[in-house]
């Protein structure tokens, strides 16, 4: 083709020379310019610069000393040079995005279709190796298939176009496919729309995390059961073990009896009460963490408990943070501790600040605050029994989601806790 044009335009304007035609008939010679630097981009300036010559040693013979006609000539040769470097610069680039969008679209990681949307249901126009692999097929068994053929919902795909028409992109959309074989996979797709209409889609196969995502909670369930089972017997044991002591009391009146016998019972007591902390924290874990507003936990939580004389402010509106679902008996332990331990609180207020690694969320008081050497052992394991979940399992409700805590107020003028969030664990709403 490059070769007949080439062909066709110098004989056209060398029969037009003959015919004294100098002025429409070397527009001819751009079209193998531009077919060349486009084809060749590497070669199009070489070709263009060339045919100029080659276009100017035709001419030139013709001219007889027309100086107007030999500058005209001159010119067309520049135009033409000029027109083949601008062609193959263009090329260049196009082509480097062409296979940059190649290398992605067929080297990544998620399977990735082109989707053209038609009247007979959307097909696959174009589908990359992990793509076909995950459907059991070909990339060229794919082609012309439909999209709907391979839903184990075929409705979810008319709720994908509808969320790309609200929002020109999905991400992370849930569902499954039906391989060839007819075996479930679990995908996240997301998907955007391209400027001529048709759909581009991605999919990671999360079948694998799914599956171990059931395991565990399974595994928790049957953990959360054993432990249920065990404190029940524990619980039974220890009743019976109090009964017994209660009737050792009453037959016996040997003082040194009496006194072993309440050195029993108060062993017995502790072992009862922290049989009873295991029921708040057989719970932790076995849901899965999730976005919750603070300002409505801690609005439900001081909704339930009895605070005679203490007002409760939490200004945390708009925020929300990533934890686990027991997030609500932190901030129970905490403002239970206060009123149970501060002695002289009157408020509990509850705020937030945004640093630079993360956020800071205060519960602070205006009790009597903590000892300085006892900042880090509240937090230590059998302290705060008493006051139910205590703070040591709250620390670790909080280290489910790799947050932490720590009191930094000044003794005597009230307790303050401080809840470090990580980046990615909040968002303001």
Same mark, same amino acid.
């Given at each position: 083709?490059?070769?007949?044009?080439?062909?066709?335009?110098?004989?056209?304007?060398?029969?037009?020379?003959?015919?004294?035609?100098?002025?429409?008939?070397?527009?001819?010679?751009?079209?193998?310019?531009?077919?060349?630097?486009?084809?060749?981009?590497?070669?199009?300036?070489?070709?263009?610069?060339?045919?100029?010559?080659?276009?100017?040693?035709?001419?030139?013979?013709?001219?007889?000393?027309?100086?107007?006609?030999?500058?005209?000539?001159?010119?067309?040769?520049?135009?033409?040079?000029?027109?083949?470097?601008?062609?193959? #610069?263009? /090329?260049?680039?196009?082509?480097?995005?062409? %296979? $940059?969008?190649? @290398?992605?679209? =067929?080297?990544?990681? !998620?399977?990735?279709?082109?989707?053209?949307?038609?009247?007979?249901?959307?097909?696959?126009?174009?589908?990359?190796?992990?793509?076909?692999?995950? #459907?059991? /097929?070909?990339?060229?068994?794919?082609?012309? %298939? $439909?999209?709907? @053929?391979?839903? =184990?919902?075929?409705? !979810?795909?008319?709720?994908?176009?509808?969320?790309?028409?609200?929002?020109?992109?999905?991400?992370?959309?849930?569902?499954?496919?039906?391989?060839?074989?007819?075996?479930?996979?679990?995908?996240?797709?997301?998907?955007?729309?391209?400027?001529?209409?048709?759909?581009?889609?991605?999919?990671?196969?999360?079948?694998?995390?799914?599956?171990?995502?059931?395991?565990?909670?399974?595994?928790?369930?049957?953990?959360?059961?054993?432990?249920?089972?065990?404190?029940?017997?524990?619980?039974?044991?220890?009743?019976?073990?109090?009964?017994?002591?209660?009737?050792?009391?009453?037959?016996?009146?040997?003082?040194?009896?009496?006194?072993?016998?309440?050195?029993?019972?108060?062993?017995?007591?502790?072992?009862?009460?922290?049989?009873?902390?295991?029921?708040?924290?057989?719970?932790?874990?076995?849901?899965?963490?999730?976005?919750?507003?603070?300002?409505?936990?801690?609005?439900?939580?001081?909704?339930?408990?009895?605070?005679?004389?203490?007002?409760?402010?939490?200004?945390?509106?708009?925020?929300?943070?990533?934890?686990?679902?027991?997030?609500?008996?932190?901030?129970?332990?905490?403002?239970?501790?206060?009123?149970?331990?501060?002695?002289?609180?009157?408020?509990?207020?509850?705020?937030?600040?945004?640093?630079?690694?993360?956020?800071?969320?205060?519960?602070?008081?205006?009790?009597?605050?903590?000892?300085?050497?006892?900042?880090?052992?509240?937090?230590?394991?059998?302290?705060?029994?008493?006051?139910?979940?205590?703070?040591?399992?709250?620390?670790?409700?909080?280290?489910?989601?790799?947050?932490?805590?720590?009191?930094?107020?000044?003794?005597?003028?009230?307790?303050?806790?401080?809840?470090?969030?990580?980046?990615?664990?909040?968002?303001?709403?």
């Amino acid at each position: 083709m490059l070769a007949a044009s080439t062909l066709i335009a110098f004989a056209a304007n060398a029969a037009g020379l003959l015919a004294g035609i100098t002025i429409v008939l070397p527009h001819l010679l751009y079209l193998p310019i531009v077919l060349a630097s486009y084809w060749f981009p590497r070669r199009g300036i070489v070709f263009s610069l060339a045919l100029a010559l080659g276009y100017l040693a035709m001419t030139l013979t013709f001219t007889r000393g027309d100086a107007g006609l030999v500058v005209s000539v001159f010119s067309r040769g520049v135009v033409f040079v000029a027109i083949g470097a601008v062609v193959s #610069l263009l /090329s260049l680039r196009l082509r480097e995005q062409e %296979e $940059r969008y190649r @290398g992605i679209f =067929d080297y990544s990681e !998620a399977g990735t279709f082109i989707v053209a949307p038609e009247e007979a249901g959307p097909r696959i126009e174009e589908a990359n190796y992990v793509g076909a692999t995950l #459907l059991g /097929s070909t990339t060229k068994d794919l082609i012309g %298939e $439909r999209v709907t @053929g391979f839903l =184990d919902d075929p409705g !979810a795909w008319e709720e994908f176009k509808a969320r790309i028409r609200r929002d020109n992109a999905v991400y992370e959309y849930e569902t499954t496919l039906r391989r060839t074989d007819g075996a479930a996979v679990q995908v996240l797709v997301s998907g955007g729309r391209l400027p001529d209409g048709r759909i581009i889609v991605t999919l990671v196969d999360i079948t694998a995390r799914k599956n171990a995502e059931d395991a565990l909670r399974q595994t928790n369930a049957k953990l959360n059961m054993l432990g249920r089972l065990t404190r029940d017997d524990l619980a039974a044991a220890i009743s019976g073990l109090l009964g017994r002591i209660a009737e050792g009391m009453r037959q016996f009146d040997d003082p040194a009896v009496r006194r072993h016998l309440d050195s029993l019972e108060e062993d017995a007591r502790v072992v009862q009460r922290r049989a009873e902390i295991t029921q708040d924290y057989q719970d932790l874990g076995l849901r899965p963490p999730g976005w919750q507003p603070l300002q409505a936990v801690i609005r439900e939580v001081t909704s339930c408990l009895l605070l005679p004389g203490i007002s409760v402010r939490p200004w945390v509106e708009r925020l929300e943070v990533f934890a686990d679902p027991m997030l609500d008996r932190v901030f129970s332990n905490l403002i239970e501790n206060a009123a149970r331990h501060g002695k002289t609180v009157s408020q509990v207020v509850i705020t937030y600040q945004i640093r630079d690694d993360g956020l800071s969320i205060y519960v602070e008081d205006d009790g009597a605050g903590v000892p300085e050497t006892e900042k880090e052992k509240i937090f230590a394991y059998g302290v705060g029994i008493d006051g139910g979940l205590g703070l040591f399992l709250v620390r670790e409700i909080l280290a489910i989601t790799n947050m932490t805590i720590r009191e930094i107020g000044c003794p005597g003028k009230g307790a303050r806790f401080v809840i470090h969030v990580p980046p990615g664990g909040y968002r303001i709403i």
